[in-house]
C-alpha cells in the first residue's frame, strides 16, 4: 500500500519570499505523483504532475516539484510567492499499473499555506 | 478542455429526503470518481466508475448510491442521510487507457456543498 506524509500542516511566509512545501511517500512499487490545490470554498486544481521522464517538473502558477527517489520524495517549491497563493496544498500518490481499471489516489493531508503582506 | 462540472453547488437536505448529485464532463474520460471531504482534510474517495461499470466501492453505506448512465455522467443518489454525512462532495474523472494498462491524472469538480438537518 502507498502512503503520504506531509511534514508541515501549516507553512506562513511573507509575500515574495520563496515556499517550499515538503512530500514523503512510501511505496513498494512505482508511482505517479501529484500536487493539488484547493483554494477556499472550491475543488482541486491540478498544479503538477510526475508521471516519468525529468525528475524536475514545472506546473502552473510558478510551481515546480522535483522527485526524488532516493529519498521518496516531491517537495514543491515557488521562489516568490503571492497573496492569491494561500490555500491548502494536497500531495498524491498513484500506484504505475500493468492492468485496466480506475487508479486510486492516496492523499497526504494537506499543508495550509499562508502568505501575509 | 479540463472542465468538470457538478450540480447543485449548495444542497440542504432533511434527513428524510431524497436528493441526487450531478457530475459531468466532455473530455472523453472514461473513469469517474465519486470523493467526500471534511472540513480541514483531504479527500475520501467513495467510488470510481470505470468503463460505466463500477470498479471501486470504499465500504460506503448503502444510504449513499452511485450511478453512471453514460461515459459523460455520474450521479450520486442520496437517501435517508445523517447530520454526519454533511461535507463537500467532489466529483473527478480521468483518462483510463484500457489498452496500455493506464490511468492518468484526475481532474476535479468544483464539489457540491451538502448540508444535513
Known amino acids: 500500500a502507498q502512503s503520504v506524509t506531509q511534514l508541515d500542516s501549516q507553512v506562513p511566509v511573507f509575500e515574495e519570499a520563496p515556499v517550499e512545501l515538503r512530500c514523503n511517500y512510501s511505496?513498494?512499487?512505482?508511482?505517479?505523483l501529484f500536487w493539488y490545490v484547493q483554494y477556499p470554498n472550491q475543488g482541486l486544481q491540478l498544479l503538477l504532475k510526475?508521471?516519468?521522464?525529468?525528475?524536475l517538473v514545472k506546473g502552473i502558477n510558478g510551481f515546480e516539484a522535483e522527485f526524488n527517489k532516493s529519498q521518496t520524495s516531491f517537495h514543491l517549491r515557488k521562489p516568490s510567492v503571492h497573496i492569491s497563493d494561500t490555500a491548502e496544498y494536497f500531495c498524491?500518490?498513484?500506484?504505475?499499473?500493468?492492468?485496466?481499471?480506475?487508479?486510486?489516489?492516496?492523499f497526504g493531508q494537506g499543508t495550509r499555506l499562508t502568505i501575509n503582506p | 478542455d479540463t472542465e468538470v462540472t457538478q450540480t447543485p453547488k449548495h444542497l440542504v437536505m432533511g434527513m428524510t429526503n431524497k436528493k441526487s448529485l450531478k457530475c459531468e464532463q466532455h473530455?472523453?474520460?472514461?473513469?469517474m470518481y465519486w470523493y467526500k471531504q471534511k472540513a480541514k482534510k483531504p479527500p475520501e474517495l467513495m467510488f470510481v466508475?470505470?468503463?460505466?461499470?463500477?470498479?471501486i466501492n470504499e465500504s460506503v453505506p448503502s444510504r449513499f448510491s452511485p450511478e453512471c448512465p453514460n461515459s459523460s455522467l455520474l450521479n450520486l443518489h442520496l437517501h435517508a442521510l445523517q447530520p454526519e454525512d454533511s461535507a463537500l462532495y467532489l466529483c473527478?474523472?480521468?483518462?483510463?487507457?484500457?489498452?496500455?494498462?493506464?490511468?492518468?491524472?484526475?481532474?476535479f469538480g468544483p464539489g457540491t456543498r451538502l448540508t444535513v438537518t
Open positions: 473527478a474523472s480521468s483518462q483510463d487507457d484500457l489498452v496500455r494498462g493506464l490511468s492518468y491524472e484526475q481532474y
Open positions: 511505496s513498494s512499487v512505482s508511482v505517479y
Open positions: 510526475y508521471l516519468s521522464g525529468s525528475t
Open positions: 498524491a500518490v498513484s500506484k504505475v499499473r500493468g492492468w485496466a481499471g480506475a487508479q486510486k489516489l492516496v
Open positions: 473530455m472523453g474520460h472514461r473513469a
Open positions: 466508475y470505470s468503463y460505466e461499470k463500477l470498479s
